[in-house]
């Protein structure tokens, strides 16, 4: 009986908080079930994760190679290095004509880190934050566990699938939101928001006095019309971005974010706390990368390839309703015609045909087990053997249960 007892107490100790019980990321349960099909002697063709297949600038991994040579490897400001973040600022001078102080600029941890010192500094536990359906799932799952309640927007056809300030101010009359958070070019669709489009979002965020948050990680890679920042238009969102997208540096998980003046000191503050500082060696890499964009200009120049193989070559398998693919590299795909379980299809698309995808219900828990996301940032020849693997499948009958 003791021991019994002993037992039960051990596990109340080890009972995980209810803000760690967030859903799985389901495209990293897609990437380990194809590297079990990849162990068993099978070749997977991988669509489901948003990775470039190039790798980092030379002129980055050049630079980091040289850093290592010099021994030391010390921590940085919590801010980032000087030299990166006036090399950020620089960017916006040159690909937007955007004036932004570099004292606003703070290099984060990736993308992911720059959610959360963003979200811990911006809002408080149970504030009420605006997100698009679909989109990216941590969106939801940080924000949850930061105590957070996301609200999730849908999206439609008629507004090419962004978020107006119509739709935004329609929720906050039910309920107050404390923010809102969009992406253009989007993950999982590819969309983009023109300017008078995103002009006419954050006047209406403004108006209510919504914080704004604009993720532009897939930045450089649009190919209907430029991408716009919102840095450009106004001094009060918050901008972040990556160099895992555009320069291909996933893994060396270093991004950064255009920050409100008033709120530079108080992530300043967080960081110092909850990393210190982002790995020095990828921010050596990161500001030599910007001077790699001829060789990532090609790269970009492959997905356009790709994205044109795929809109030609999945309707002919049938696969012929997907949103506008205006930037990034993902092409997001009705299904809804041959199953009306998503996940299920993907699950058999890569059992049988060894084409892995990511299921809609990552990104959209009302709509998404309608619909599939295929990344196309791997190369032309794994679209062309995508395309005709898909093709074979579905004509012998595809999804079957």
């Known amino acids: 009986m003791l021991e019994t007892t002993h037992r039960q107490r051990i596990q109340a100790l080890l009972t995980p908080s209810a803000r760690s019980d967030v859903p799985p990321f389901m495209v990293m349960d897609v990437m380990a079930a194809a590297a079990r099909i990849e162990a068993a002697g099978g070749h997977v063709i991988h669509m489901e994760v948003g990775q470039p297949a190039a790798a980092a600038p030379k002129v980055a991994i050049a630079a980091a190679q040289a850093a290592l040579q010099g021994g030391r490897i010390d921590y940085t400001s919590a801010l980032g290095m000087p030299s990166l973040r006036a090399r950020i600022a620089r960017h916006y001078r040159d690909a937007y004509g955007c004036d932004v102080d570099p004292a606003r600029i703070m290099v984060t941890t990736g993308s992911s880190?720059?959610?959360?010192?963003?979200?811990?500094?911006?809002?408080?536990?149970?504030?009420?934050?605006?997100?698009?359906?679909?989109?990216?799932?941590?969106?939801?799952?940080?924000?949850?566990?930061?105590?957070?309640?996301?609200?999730?927007?849908?999206?439609?056809?008629?507004?090419?699938?962004?978020?107006t300030g119509e739709a935004l101010l329609a929720a906050h009359r039910k309920t107050p939101l404390k923010g809102v958070l969009v992406a253009s070019p989007a993950n999982p669709t590819g969309t983009m928001m023109s300017r008078e489009a995103l002009t006419g979002l954050m006047a209406a965020a403004d108006s209510a006095g919504i914080r704004f948050i604009s993720d532009e990680i897939y930045h450089g890679l649009d190919y209907a019309f430029p991408a716009v920042t919102a840095a450009e238009?106004?001094?009060?969102?918050?901008?972040?971005?990556?160099?895992?997208?555009?320069?291909?540096?996933?893994?060396?998980?270093?991004?950064?974010?255009v920050v409100p003046e008033p709120l530079v000191r108080p992530m300043e503050r967080l960081q110092q706390n909850l990393s210190i500082s982002v790995p020095t060696l990828s921010q050596i890499a990161a500001e030599a990368a910007f001077e790699g964009r001829a060789e990532m200009e090609l790269v970009k120049h492959g997905y356009q390839e790709n994205r044109r193989i795929l809109i030609a070559g999945l309707p002919q398998?049938?696969?012929?309703?997907?949103?506008?693919?205006?930037?990034?590299?993902?092409?997001?795909?009705?299904?809804?015609?041959?199953?009306?379980?998503?996940?299920?299809?993907?699950?058999?698309?890569?059992?049988?045909?060894?084409?892995?995808?990511t299921p809609g219900s990552d990104f959209d828990p009302i709509h998404g087990r309608s619909y599939v996301r295929f990344s196309y940032a791997q190369s032309s020849d794994d679209m062309h053997e995508a395309v005709a693997r898909i093709s074979k499948w579905l004509r012998q009958g595809g999804p079957r249960g």
């Open 113 to 163: 880190g720059g959610f959360i010192l963003a979200f811990l500094a911006m809002f408080e536990p149970g504030d009420r934050v605006a997100v698009t359906v679909p989109g990216y799932p941590p969106y939801r799952h940080i924000l949850k566990a930061l105590g957070c309640e996301p609200v999730l927007i849908e999206t439609h056809a008629d507004t090419r699938h962004a978020l």
């Open 233 to 257: 238009l106004s001094p009060d969102a918050l901008v972040i971005n990556s160099f895992s997208k555009y320069f291909c540096m996933t893994g060396w998980r270093v991004g950064w974010m």
């Open 317 to 357: 398998a049938g696969l012929n309703d997907f949103l506008p693919a205006d930037g990034a590299f993902y092409l997001y795909a009705d299904v809804s015609k041959f199953t009306a379980d998503s996940f299920d299809f993907a699950r058999q698309m890569l059992e049988q045909a060894h084409v892995a995808a």
